[in-house]
């Protein structure tokens, strides 16, 4: 597996060394890579080609999938090769001779050795690069992004190119909320926390790269319009002991730690991890909206103030038992605890059309919810005789329940004719359960060395049920309030057949893909005696060509279908009037919306410099969006419907250079035209903007053991789509647009005891300017919010590394290939 994430590393020919012009000579040299333990050919293997001369590189590649290379329009000269691969000793041969006499040199097989065994020619280890391109994915490595230290799997997502989190940690690609998140191939939200709160919860230490499929096969789950994000952590499977340990500490009250462990021992590999985090942050929020109501304008100014306290615990364990060379079963268990307060005061004012006060009051909140999860997971591997046949089986279930203890104060003020209101206060109390199991196998069947066909089957099947009671104090005593009364269950089921075939014909590489999925879904509103059902089946096709201009240089079309399906609680009628000033229904009357996606994809190497060159359009049908309108009353109602169509085109840029041995610049450009039409007669909805995002890395290699990294990214303003369709940036509404957000990162690493121990230290937002600012128009109302959350943090973290014995190829597992 890790041969087949390791970065396409960067080499380049020298701009430099001007060498004498031998007409009708071309000088080559060529060999195949292979494994020296299993004798596997390693695809991506970094040849570096220098002259001895004056130490400028002469030429350089990497190896095909077969293993094999060739480094051809060489002049004469001596030279030296460097042969490096992630994993592996490097190896190095010197003295090699390019004549016109002897104009080429076959090295036949070349071996590799895994790093942990010794070689007397080992120079220096590869290092991953930024990313690697695959027909159906992007895999970026980010365990050596310092940006990222001490903090969680949000704040790595912040720095991969064409991604953006929002002040919520509501993650967004190429301004498209609608993501599947997965950790390891799973859903995030299978454990029933949100996305969000799993991703503030994975430390970032734990995470070795992030898989990027903007155009997912008929293999992957429909789920999700904009595509899929998978979350690989790290894992550990060398024979004996290993593990690592890590502390950290940030400005303003913020702590983790983690530590993972792996013994291999025989037949049995055992591995655990535990970490924990206690966080405080503070955020502020400023709103203005302006109501217009048949008696006139109104105005209202909100600004609310406080902290949110989050604390969990993540522990886990499980084993491997290897049956033979071809069989190896899974065992996995996962336990966490997350538990969030919310402490915060809003200060509301009303004007009327000539800016007198007319109402003026304060709503402090207390919220605490408590949380815990159970995940099981079984999976059983078996491989056969003949090569890559191989099949995958996959039990999971998981078991999530939350408690949640709200109290709202609330003193409210008549300005007009001073009269007090006596305070008000209630008590929301809501217990919620998700149970769910996911049952799949996947089937691998190759015909030759190119063709292979691959199918399985996916049933996911869940059960939701929340249960929300609300008492309000009345002298002196709590009493039910019926009107908030929302005990709600949903269950929905999931069942899936796909297949895949892949092949080659010369340089062109193609996958075809078709999955046909059946939903079962009831959802029962039992406080209000409301139900709803649905039930269909959809096809999702899939195909990806590419096509091999020149080693390292390739051209991609892909297209999918995907789907998003609306969730609970967008389903869920209930009207939650917490605050009488916003209130907010669910809709179950809204339908699936399905995207069609399409996409064409340049990947080419130009020495050390990597390019990725993307044009892609989606078109959208049924959104589903929140749509507002004001109410008589003077209170914003929103609720979700299927209100228009959209359509997205864009094109991103992504650049890898290296400057000098000491420092290298990556960046990104992503720019956008969305454009959303629809709506209703009394709400129309015609948005239409352009916007673009830019981020660009510098890696500053001060010594061997001395690193540096300065992150700077800005996004433009765009429009957007919630819970849907947008145009880059982050997401707000379909009736409005997101404001730019820009900001700088600084981070440092120091490693001691050859790399077994690290000091690190990096300091977020430098100059404090991410915040994120919206407006929107609707039916009756016009409105403009800004909040600001701790963004400028000092962090400080160390971490201590042990390794013993080489390497074992890790069992990879059903999940990882995300079905």
Same mark, same amino acid.
């Given at each position: 597996?890790?041969?087949?994430?390791?970065?396409?590393?960067?080499?380049?020919?020298?701009?430099?060394?001007?060498?004498?012009?031998?007409?009708?000579?071309?000088?080559?040299?060529? =060999?195949?890579?292979?494994?020296?333990?299993?004798?596997?050919?390693?695809?991506?293997?970094?040849?570096?080609?220098?002259?001895?001369?004056?130490?400028?590189?002469?030429?350089?590649?990497?190896?095909?999938?077969?293993?094999?290379?060739?480094?051809?329009?060489?002049?004469?000269?001596?030279?030296?090769?460097?042969?490096?691969?992630?994993?592996?000793?490097?190896?190095?041969?010197?003295?090699?001779?390019?004549?016109?006499?002897?104009?080429?040199?076959?090295?036949?097989?070349?071996?590799?050795?895994?790093?942990?065994?010794?070689?007397?020619?080992?120079?220096?280890?590869?290092?991953?690069?930024?990313?690697?391109?695959?027909?159906?994915?992007?895999?970026?490595?980010?365990?050596?992004?310092?940006?990222?230290?001490?903090?969680?799997?949000?704040?790595?997502?912040?720095?991969?190119?064409?991604? @953006?989190?929002?002040?919520?940690?509501?993650?967004?690609?190429?301004?498209?909320?609608?993501?599947?998140?997965?950790?390891?191939?799973? *859903?995030?939200?299978?454990?029933?926390?949100?996305?969000?709160?799993?991703?503030?919860?994975? *430390?970032?230490?734990?995470?070795?790269?992030? +898989?990027?499929?903007?155009?997912?096969?008929?293999?992957?789950?429909?789920?999700?319009?904009?595509?899929?994000?998978?979350?690989?952590?790290?894992?550990?499977?060398?024979?004996?002991?290993?593990?690592?340990?890590?502390?950290?500490?940030?400005?303003?009250?913020?702590?983790?730690?983690?530590?993972?462990?792996?013994? /291999?021992?025989?037949?049995?590999?055992?591995?655990?991890?535990?970490?924990?985090?206690?966080?405080?942050?503070?955020?502020?929020?400023?709103?203005?909206?302006?109501?217009?109501?048949?008696?006139?304008?109104?105005?209202?100014?909100?600004? #609310?103030?406080? #902290?949110?306290?989050?604390?969990?615990?993540?522990?886990?364990?499980?084993?491997?038992?290897?049956?033979?060379?071809?069989?190896?079963?899974?065992?996995?268990?996962?336990?966490?605890?997350?538990?969030?307060?919310?402490?915060?005061?809003?200060?509301?004012?009303?004007?009327?059309?000539?800016?007198?006060?007319?109402?003026?009051?304060?709503?402090?909140?207390?919220?605490?919810?408590?949380?815990?999860?159970?995940?099981?997971?079984? #999976?059983?591997?078996?491989?056969? +005789? /003949?090569?890559?046949?191989?099949?995958?089986?996959?039990?999971?279930?998981?078991?999530?329940?939350?408690?949640?203890?709200?109290?709202?104060?609330?003193?409210?003020?008549?300005?007009?004719?001073?009269?007090?209101?006596?305070?008000?206060?209630?008590?929301?109390?809501?217990?919620?359960?998700?149970?769910?199991?996911?049952?799949?196998?996947?089937?691998?069947?190759?015909?030759?060395?190119?063709?292979?066909?691959?199918?399985?089957?996916?049933?996911?099947?869940?059960? $939701?049920?929340?249960?929300?009671?609300?008492?309000?104090?009345?002298?002196?005593?709590?009493?039910?309030?019926?009107? @908030?009364?929302?005990?709600?269950?949903?269950?929905?089921?999931?069942?899936?057949?796909?297949?895949?075939?892949?092949?080659?014909?010369?340089?062109?590489?193609?996958?075809?893909?078709?999955?046909?999925?059946?939903?079962?879904?009831?959802?029962?509103?039992?406080?209000?005696?409301?139900?709803?059902?649905?039930?269909?089946?959809?096809?999702?096709?899939?195909?990806?060509?590419?096509?091999?201009?020149?080693?390292?240089?390739? $051209?991609?079309?892909?297209?999918?279908?995907?789907?998003?399906?609306?969730?609970?609680?967008? $389903?869920?009628?209930?009207?939650?009037?917490?605050?009488?000033?916003?209130?907010?229904?669910?809709?179950?009357?809204?339908?699936?919306?399905?995207?069609?996606?399409?996409?064409?994809?340049?990947?080419?190497?130009?020495?050390?410099?990597?390019?990725?060159?993307?044009?892609?359009?989606?078109?959208?049908?049924?959104?589903?969006?929140?749509?507002?309108?004001?109410?008589?009353?003077?209170?914003?109602?929103?609720?979700?419907?299927?209100?228009?169509?959209?359509?997205?085109?864009?094109?991103?840029?992504?650049?890898?250079?290296?400057?000098?041995?000491?420092?290298?610049?990556?960046? #990104?450009?992503?720019?956008?035209?969305?454009?959303?039409? =629809? =709506?209703?007669?009394?709400?129309?909805?015609?948005?239409?903007?352009?916007?673009?995002?830019?981020?660009?890395?510098?890696?500053?290699?001060?010594? *061997?053991?001395?690193?540096?990294?300065?992150?700077?990214?800005?996004?433009?303003?765009?429009?957007?789509?919630?819970?849907?369709?947008?145009?880059?940036?982050?997401?707000?509404?379909?009736?409005?647009?997101?404001?730019?957000?820009? =900001?700088?990162?600084?981070?440092?690493?120091?490693?001691?005891?050859?790399?077994?121990?690290?000091?690190?230290?990096?300091?977020?937002?430098?100059?404090?300017?991410?915040?994120?600012?919206?407006?929107?128009?609707?039916?009756?109302?016009?409105?403009?919010?800004?909040?600001?959350?701790?963004?400028?943090?000092?962090?400080?973290?160390?971490?201590?590394?042990?390794?013993?014995?080489?390497?074992?190829?890790?069992?990879?597992?059903?999940?990882?290939?995300?079905?």
């Amino acid at each position: 597996m890790t041969r087949h994430i390791a970065a396409l590393m960067l080499i380049s020919f020298s701009l430099f060394a001007q060498a004498p012009n031998f007409q009708n000579f071309e000088g080559k040299i060529t =060999g195949k890579v292979i494994d020296s333990l299993d004798k596997s050919p390693l695809e991506y293997v970094n040849l570096v080609l220098t002259n001895q001369k004056d130490g400028s590189i002469a030429a350089g590649t990497i190896t095909s999938p077969k293993g094999t290379f060739t480094l051809d329009k060489l002049t004469p000269g001596k030279f030296d090769l460097s042969v490096s691969f992630i994993g592996y000793q490097t190896r190095v041969f010197k003295d090699l001779l390019i004549t016109p006499k002897n104009p080429s040199i076959d090295f036949g097989t070349l071996l590799l050795v895994p790093s942990s065994v010794n070689l007397d020619e080992v120079v220096v280890n590869a290092e991953k690069e930024l990313i690697t391109n695959h027909l159906d994915k992007k895999v970026i490595t980010v365990d050596k992004d310092l940006t990222s230290a001490g903090g969680t799997a949000t704040d790595v997502l912040q720095n991969v190119p064409s991604i @953006q989190v929002d002040a919520d940690g509501t993650v967004s690609y190429r301004g498209n909320t609608n993501l599947t998140i997965l950790i390891d191939g799973r *859903p995030a939200g299978m454990s029933g926390l949100s996305a969000s709160d799993i991703l503030a919860q994975i *430390p970032a230490s734990n995470i070795e790269a992030i +898989e990027l499929v903007t155009n997912p096969s008929a293999k992957y789950d429909p789920e999700g319009t904009a595509g899929i994000i998978n979350i690989k952590l790290k894992k550990k499977g060398n024979n004996g002991f290993n593990g690592v340990a890590s502390v950290n500490a940030g400005t303003g009250d913020k702590y983790n730690s983690s530590i993972n462990f792996n013994l /291999k021992q025989g037949e049995f590999n055992f591995f655990g991890n535990y970490d924990n985090r206690f966080n405080y942050m503070n955020f502020s929020s400023e709103t203005f909206r302006e109501n217009y109501l048949s008696g006139g304008t109104t105005f209202l100014d909100q600004y #609310t103030a406080g #902290t949110n306290r989050f604390q969990n615990h993540t522990a886990g364990f499980g084993a491997d038992y290897y049956f033979s060379e071809r069989a190896t079963l899974t065992l996995a268990y996962q336990f966490r605890w997350f538990s969030p307060a919310f402490r915060n005061t809003l200060e509301n004012e009303n004007f009327n059309a000539a800016n007198t006060l007319m109402r003026s009051y304060i709503r402090k909140t207390t919220a605490d919810r408590e949380m815990e999860s159970n995940n099981f997971t079984m #999976t059983y591997k078996r491989t056969f +005789e /003949k090569k890559d046949r191989e099949l995958l089986t996959d039990v999971m279930y998981n078991s999530f329940s939350m408690d949640r203890d709200e109290e709202i104060y609330t003193q409210d003020t008549d300005v007009m004719t001073g009269t007090g209101l006596d305070p008000f206060m209630t008590n929301g109390i809501s217990i919620n359960s998700n149970k769910q199991w996911v049952i799949q196998t996947n089937y691998i069947e190759p015909f030759s060395d190119k063709t292979k066909l691959e199918a399985g089957f996916k049933s996911q099947i869940k059960n $939701l049920s929340t249960k929300n009671d609300s008492y309000n104090l009345l002298g002196g005593s709590w009493v039910e309030d019926a009107t @908030q009364k929302n005990y709600f269950d949903y269950d929905e089921q999931i069942h899936a057949v796909y297949a895949t075939l892949t092949s080659e014909i010369g340089k062109f590489k193609y996958l075809l893909g078709l999955r046909g999925e059946q939903l079962i879904a009831e959802g029962n509103v039992t406080s209000q005696n409301q139900k709803f059902e649905s039930d269909y089946f959809q096809v999702y096709p899939s195909a990806h060509v590419g096509y091999n201009l020149a080693q390292g240089n390739d $051209l991609l079309l892909s297209y999918s279908k995907r789907v998003d399906r609306p969730n609970n609680r967008q $389903l869920n009628p209930f009207r939650d009037v917490a605050d009488s000033t916003f209130i907010v229904a669910g809709n179950p009357n809204l339908k699936a919306q399905y995207t069609d996606a399409l996409e064409f994809e340049y990947q080419g190497t130009f020495g050390f410099t990597s390019l990725t060159a993307s044009l892609f359009y989606k078109q959208t049908g049924d959104i589903i969006s929140m749509v507002s309108s004001m109410q008589p009353d003077g209170a914003l109602y929103s609720t979700f419907e299927n209100i228009a169509d959209g359509k997205n085109i864009g094109t991103e840029l992504v650049l890898i250079q290296p400057l000098a041995k000491w420092l290298r610049l990556s960046a #990104t450009y992503s720019y956008y035209q969305a454009s959303v039409k =629809g =709506g209703t007669a009394a709400n129309p909805i015609d948005n239409k903007g352009n916007s673009w995002t830019t981020r660009v890395n510098a890696n500053f290699v001060i010594s *061997p053991d001395f690193t540096l990294q300065l992150v700077g990214m800005y996004n433009s303003p765009s429009i957007s789509m919630q819970m849907g369709f947008g145009g880059g940036g982050s997401t707000v509404m379909a009736q409005g647009k997101v404001k730019e957000m820009y =900001g700088i990162d600084l981070a440092g690493k120091k490693d001691f005891f050859e790399g077994k121990l690290s000091l690190t230290a990096r300091v977020s937002d430098i100059f404090n300017t991410r915040k994120f600012a919206s407006e929107g128009t609707g039916a009756g109302f016009y409105l403009n919010t800004t909040r600001k959350f701790d963004s400028r943090v000092v962090y400080l973290g160390l971490s201590y590394r042990l390794d013993t014995k080489y390497r074992e190829r890790r069992i990879k597992t059903t999940g990882e290939d995300e079905m």
